[in-house]
Structures are given as C-alpha cells and as structure tokens.
C-alpha cells in the first residue's frame, strides 16, 4: 500500500509538473526571436567551466584517498559530465549512479563505499553556500516562505508542504530505511567504514582542503554566477546579483525534490512567483524559466553523452546503467566482473606503487 501511495504522488507530481513545464515552454518558443543568442551562448560556457572546476576538485578528493594509483582526470571530468546531463534529463537524479560506476571503473583497485564517500566532501562547501543563499532569498521579501509553497501551481512542492503530516512520515520512513540499512552492512562494518573514511581522507589535511577542493568550487560558484547571470540576460530578464542569488535559492529547492528532470515544474512555479513584480513581465519570466533549462540540459546532456561514449566506449546511458548494475551484483557476491572496467582500458591495471603524478 505505501509503495502503491508513493508511486501514485510520484506520477501525479510529474504530470502536474510537466504541465506546467510545458506551458512556460510554450512562451519560450513563441518568444524565440528576442533571444539575445550571444549571451546564452555565454552562459554555456561559464555553465560547462564551474561543472569543469568541480571535477577537478572531486578528483583532488579522490587523489588523496588513492595517493598511490594513478588514474586520468579527463575520465573524472567525464563522469561528472556524463552525471549531470543525465539528471537534467532524466528523473530522480539517477545520474549519480552512472557517476559511482564511471569513477569507480576509472581508479584500479578502487571500491564503491569509497567513491561514493568522496561525494560528501564537495556537500560540505556547497551545504554552506546554499544555506547562505537561502537566508538571503528569504529576506527580500520576494521568495515564498516555506508554508507557501503549498499554493504554488507545482504539484511535487506544494503538496509535500500542504500535507505537513504526509512529509514528516516520509522524513521518517526514510530515515528508518537508512537505519535498517546501517544495521544490514554492520556485519561488515569495520571495513565498509574503513572504505568510507579513505573517502573522505582529504579532510585530515585542511590546508590541501582548502587549497585543492574549497578553492576550486569558490572558483566553480563564481562561474555558475556568471553562467546565470548572463542566462538572465540572454532572455531580458536582466542579470543582477540579487536576481542570480535569487535564481540559485529557486534551484536549491527545486533540487530537493527531484521527482521531475532538473525539478521541472518546481523551478518555473518558484520562478514566476520570484520575478512576479520584475519589469522584465510574466511573458520573459515565463520564457526564460523554460529557456535556461533546455539550454543547460541539452548542453549538458550532450557533452555527458559525448563523454560516456568518446571516453568511456559505451554506446548510451543506459549501457552504462546497465553495466554498473552488474557490476555491484558482482561485488556483492564477491566475483569480479571482466566487465568492471571501462571498454577504454585495454591493459591491466597497474599494481600499488610509491606515489606517481596523475596522468592528464
């Protein structure tokens, strides 16, 4: 019953988001002409640079959890890339998966508890921007408050905060459902959070934190800065510092309810309630909230497409799924896959030896 609940919202939140979708992509076509093509292009650019600055900060993480192997940063950028187009296209940010397996096949002798830990390490900087960007956004007076968020036209957010006992048991439940799954790998505990702290071994060292993955994402934040700003732009909705902040508040919700690709639906509500009073008009507001969307997912998408298949041999996203589900099914049952490594790699992979500089 509660699986047949949860997947009747969950279909209902994507249709009611997609309309909504749709009609703001309605605007952008019929509004195609007054796209200022430079900017946008621009915008792509600065787009594809902060999601550059963030893999390389992700493979330093993973650098010093795996000091003694070497392994290519094109083939982190690649699974970052590969990673965020997939989410920008499809649902419930499944790309993270396609990310773990393309790392975890990229580092010789690396494990999935490890690579996924190295995760947690670039949360931390972008927890406290966001948290900082939230706080700003509340403050003008413009961003609905959370109990408002109920009266807004997207069915995934409004109906999570006008069902207020609905979303404390959903909180809950998965927190149970962490808790059980804590107590099923607690047989192996000792070397499952042995694996997890080599992860995160980056931040014994704060100073090599800060210099080679904290400086990096500032860097990575200023061109996403750039990238909205000129995106704002390119659709006549004016770039601005409190617009952009503005516009990053909208995606940090839309993002915690990853129910529709890039919470479609959830940002262009959010957005039209934003930029309601802007001069820019409900017809720009409407067009650009659809507009950067299918830019940044068509870009990313492609390149992650490229990516997956120019760097890692596979011919499609779903290859990739496929081949990272069969390779978890073999750790799992103690057998290594021939597969478990990327089509690219035709030699073995080398022994540990003293540490050797990373191969670009």
Known sequence: MPALLASTLASTSIGESLTTFVNAAGQFFSDLAAVHWGALVLGLVFFGLNLT????????????????????WRRIWGAYFAAVGFNNVVPVRGGEVIKLFLTRSSIPGSSYPTVAAAFFVEAIFD????????????????????????KLSSFDISYLAGHFR?????????????LVAFAL????????????????????????YLREVVSLQALGWMCRFAAFWFLLEAFRVGGSVGNVLLV????QVAGAVPLTPGGAGVQQALLVKVFAASAAGTAAVAAYSVGQQIAIAAFTAAVGLGAVVLIFGFRSFGEVLHAGRASREAERAGTPLVEDRSPYEDDPPPPPAPRLRARY
Request: aromatic residues 16%; glycine residues 4%; hydrophobic residues 55%.
């Open 166 to 178: 609905f979303t404390l048991f959903l909180i809950t439940a998965l927190a149970i459902l962490g």
């Open 248 to 251: 990053f508040a909208v995606n």
């Open 53 to 72: 600055l963030r893999s390389r900060a992700y493979f330093n993480t993973l650098r010093a959890a795996y000091p003694a192997v070497s392994f290519q």
């Open 185 to 208: 790998l607690s047989v192996r505990v000792r070397a499952f959070w042995a694996r997890v702290r080599q992860g995160v071994t980056i931040l014994s060292d704060r100073r090599r």
């Open 127 to 150: 927890a406290c921007v966001g948290v900082l960007v939230l706080i700003f956004a509340f403050t003008q007076g413009v961003f609905p408050k959370p109990p408002d968020f109920s």
